[in-house]
């Protein structure tokens, strides 16, 4: 049956950035299609949370408090996930994130930050779980980028970029670590987390005007992007590897409504 291909049963995913939003709902999903799940968020209560609900699929969960910016809790990561299962099938890179900033004060420092939060962790967490994946028979990383990759905005300069660099970093692992280990991304659009809800509470507004320039009328949710992870996370995407994928309501222009001034 052509809908086995989705199935995960006695594959192992890492998920970060996973006690809320769009890395919860994607762990929900791998855990749904048969994964056991390593979960990794710096917050140890909305962690326990999360993988109460995973839990509550049949699959075995296991929580680990990780703050991605930290290599070392990296390396715990992936240890604790071997010393548990076994091995390691999928990676999910989620974490990340860069509030929004005129680029004319964006310091250096920040920059960097926002380079190394959503780039780096990526690669770093990317090459502990690679040698793993080999020895399992090979694997699929998904990461976790944005529409603002490619569209643009006034203050996004530090994440858009970060996101971008993310994307291409994508295409060029998926290259090099091709056959072996699968490395694609989604590029998403503006999406119902607790994140976006700080901007989307702002205003009254705010909400209306964003569904209003998308579209396909809603924004998204985690699990419309846990759709897309799972997808690329299976055996239903064998053939796929180095593509960046567009979740996005069909938007093809910014739907930020609030405009930010450059400071010029």
Request: overall charge negative; proline content about 5%; hydrophobic content about 50%.
């Amino acid at each position: 049956m052509i809908l086995d291909r989705f199935r995960l049963d006695g594959k192992v995913a890492i998920v970060t950035g996973a006690s809320a939003g769009i890395g919860r709902g994607s762990a929900l999903g791998l855990a749904e299609a048969g994964a056991h799940v390593v979960i990794a968020a710096r917050t140890a209560s909305t962690l326990d949370d999360a993988a109460a609900e995973i839990a509550g699929t049949g699959a075995r969960v296991l929580p680990i408090v990780t703050d991605v910016n930290d290599a070392a809790q990296l390396g715990r990561l992936a240890d604790a996930a071997i010393a548990e299962f076994g091995r390691i099938d999928i990676l999910v890179n989620n974490a990340g994130g860069t509030a929004p900033g005129p680029a004319l004060f964006l310091d250096p420092d920040d920059l960097a930050a926002s380079f190394h939060f959503n780039v780096g962790t990526a690669l770093q967490m990317s090459k502990l779980c690679a040698p793993h994946m080999i020895a399992a028979g090979g694997g699929s990383i998904v990461n976790i980028s944005s529409a603002m990759s490619y569209m643009v905005e006034p203050g996004f300069v530090a994440y858009g970029a970060a996101k971008a660099a993310l994307s291409h970093m994508t295409r060029l692992l998926a290259c090099e670590w091709a056959p072996h280990i699968r490395v694609n991304a989604l590029a998403v659009g503006a999406t119902e987390t607790e994140a976006l809800g700080m901007f989307l509470n702002a205003s009254p507004t705010v909400r209306d005007d964003m569904i209003a320039m998308t579209p396909m009328g809603r924004l998204g949710t985690p699990e419309d992007i846990a759709l897309g992870v799972l997808y690329l996370a299976s055996p239903a995407s064998s053939w796929i590897t180095g593509k960046v994928y567009e979740i996005d309501g069909g938007t093809v222009a910014s739907n930020w409504p609030m405009k930010m001034p450059s400071g010029l």
